[in-house]
């Protein structure tokens, strides 16, 4: 009797725990429980909810006038939305958030968001529960009570301002709102447009790249896009655009490098610095996600260190700001680096060897190099790779021999920086490529070209000279090929070119660890478009190789 009363119990509890999952996830979708309920169960996604946005303007002409509400009800986005070319006008985004825990389910959340003059309502029909209310400078906010709403990944989240017409948020669970917010003479080209996220933030893993089955890796060097904020226009461009018509950088120089991309398929890109065209990026957010979207909608894994112009602007984001920010984004293999080390970007990208081996083929190591000079009197011109960075990296590339010892092939390490080393511009070594304007390279040496050697890299390519776009050799004393130095060549739109008609190109680097071999080439955005430039083999057998005759 007693095992029968113990079995009965516990299929009824069984049943029982089995009825309430299923009421739950029933719930969930259609909300069938009454509301009091509602208020007893877990919230589904934790959270700040968005009850509310309006845009608050201010002039500089009226001591009354302010562009701030009550910071203990609304959230600033700190961006004036005429990026300081209001004049006298400034105006800012305000957001209502609450947590989701604190929501009754009669209280109002939004569902959409929209801009534009007339009510997105009319002519459409659309839920009984459902309404939308206007707000200034043309938005609209689609409300419903949130027990209405059907789960909580239908509700907005978060908010973002971004500027021009070519914006893009390529974050997980944003996108784009409407068109650009209704606002009196804002800055042509720049305006500001909303991004809003639905559902809670979406983690992402940091990507690991690893050599394809058949032994290839391809590293694609992007160097010098200066992209600004809005379509930006274009300098020195070839062929030169016809008296009347304009040419927009940004559009043609991420058409190029997403051309590139489909066509060459890189396993890694490396973005060597000036990404970002400081003086005519007000808002580097906008112009970092325009880039990154192209690496992020293809899957590909990118690493990113800094230039003299990425962060110039005198309103610009600091490099910090930045990197912070490009680490968030999906595919950003990106890294800040050590606090204690001078400048932002001083890390290393290990790519695994083939399979599932969890030792590494090749590591590419990536550092900053500042922008100028920081003591102009004694040395004109550009700032220098720091002592600490150099230190920095010969413990770390010591402390790594340790660990690819296990790896069975031959390992090869890579380096890649922005400004050029002093020995750029020695004009006797053997070099394959254009060599088309002066070096700028900074006039103090701190020996980071023979640290390179000591630590077997095998190659360092920068970008900076726009127009230069040639691979150097630099040997031992003895004679024996020490060190590729190479340049990318500009590939930006926004940034010079000019030198004879230089065509905007794009370096590649292709590894066969087969072979420990690299082949580099170049491929352009005019002229002969299929052909693979200036193909020279750098590394082989894992060592540099040396300048192939003709």
Known sequence: MTRRIVRTMCQVAAFAFFSLVVVYFIDNRYRVLPSALHNAFPAHHPGLIVTDITIKSCSSLSIFSTCKLDADIWHRIE???YLGSGWVNSAYVHVKRKKEEDILPDDQVILDVTVGRLDPAQGVKGEANEKWEGRPNGIWLKQAAKRHAKGSNQIITSVDVL???DAVDPRDGWQMA???????NSG???????????????????????????GRFKIMQAADLHLSTGTGLCRDEMPPTPKGEKCEADPRTLEFVGRLLDQEKPDLVILSGDQINGDTAPDAQTAIFKYAELFIARKIPFATIFGNHDDEGKSSLPRAGQMSLIESLPYSLSVAGPEEI???????VEVLARGSSKHSALTVYLLDTHAYSPDEHNFKGYDWIKKNQIEWFKNTAQGLKKEHAGYTGIHMDLSFIHIPLPEYRDDKLPKKGEWREGVTAPVFNTGFRDALVDEGVLMVSCGHDHA?????????DDGRPALWMCYAGGAGFGGYGGYGGYHRRIRFFDIDVNEARI????????GDLEKRIDEQIIVDGGRPARLQEE
């Open 79 to 81: 961006k004036d939305l």
């Open 163 to 165: 500027f021009g017409a």
């Open 178 to 184: 409407g068109t650009p917010l209704l606002l009196e």
């Open 188 to 214: 042509e080209g720049q305006e500001p447009r909303l991004s809003i996220r639905r559902g809670k933030k979406a983690p992402h893993s940091r990507p690991i790249p690893r050599v394809n089955e058949n």
């Open 342 to 348: 001078e400048g932002v970007g001083n890390y290393y």
């Open 468 to 476: 230069n776009e040639y691979c150097a050799l630099s040997s031992h």
């Open 519 to 526: 082949t580099t080439y170049k491929r352009v955005e005019y």
